[in-house]
């Protein structure tokens, strides 16, 4: 069974700059979720969806962070205009609907400079 | 709002050893979940263990174990035989029930974990 998919594995950027990075979840896990990992933090959910609607993105910045998931497989996480403090590592994860055990890709590593 | 809580940012322990990370929560909720995971360097996060809020018996799969106190909201880890390959952060995750048949997870801060040879 592939995993959930991400890339790139790693990003560097100037600040003011934009960024996008991608996610395929597993096949027929109808739930996506997007997770910010700061150095020395645990994961914050950003948004998370149940096939392509929004069921929670009370802590995205939406000001800057944008996401989609269209026809509810593969994802995107776009920010713009790119901060320092946007430096973390995001973490794609996906689920089958109704089912607590979360599958993590390997995260994209962006670095803001 | 639920927290969790993991108050040692850093351990060690001897290959072979035993080690115990803790963890504390709080909710009002009286159905949930509770998980720790592991993430190596490659930085994918791997389930190590779960732990239905309902069951009083402790979850154990091979050499890892939780002790779970529900009144005390404490959900501790423990590695018997620690090996090289267990070198790596730890994560304490909280998990209820969310909108639309989701889940709600909530993550501790970690613990890394180092075993030396």
């Known amino acids: 069974e592939a995993g959930v998919a991400q890339s790139p594995r790693y990003k560097i950027i100037e600040k003011r700059q934009s960024v996008a990075f991608w996610c395929n979840p597993i096949?027929?896990?109808?739930?996506l979720y997007w997770y910010q990992q700061i150095l020395g933090q645990g994961p914050k959910l950003l948004i998370q969806f149940q096939n392509n609607g929004v069921v929670d993105d009370s802590q995205l910045p939406k000001d800057r962070f944008s996401a989609e998931r269209l026809k509810g497989v593969d994802s995107t996480l776009k920010i713009q205009p790119a901060k320092l403090e946007d430096s973390a590592v995001y973490l794609c994860?996906?689920?089958?609907?109704?089912?607590?055990?979360?599958?993590f890709g390997s995260g994209t590593q962006l670095s803001v400079l | 709002a639920q927290t969790v809580t993991q108050s040692q940012p850093e351990m060690s322990v001897q290959e072979a050893e035993t080690v115990t990370l803790s963890c504390t929560y709080d909710t009002s909720e009286n159905n949930y979940y509770l998980f720790w995971y592991k993430q190596p360097p490659s930085r994918q996060m791997i389930l190590v263990i779960r732990?239905?809020?309902?069951?009083?018996q402790n979850a154990t799969e091979n050499r890892f174990s939780v002790n779970f106190q529900k009144a005390a909201k404490s959900f501790s880890l423990k590695i018997s035989d620690s090996q090289l390959g267990d070198t790596a952060m730890y994560f304490c995750?909280?998990?209820?029930?969310?909108?639309?048949?989701?889940?709600?997870?909530?993550f501790g801060t970690g613990t890394r974990l180092k075993v030396l040879a």
């Open positions: 994860a996906s689920s089958l609907s109704g089912s607590e055990k979360l599958f």
């Open positions: 995750a909280f998990m209820k029930q969310w909108v639309s048949g989701t889940y709600k997870y909530i």
């Open positions: 096949s027929g896990h109808a739930t």
């Open positions: 732990q239905e809020a309902y069951k009083q």
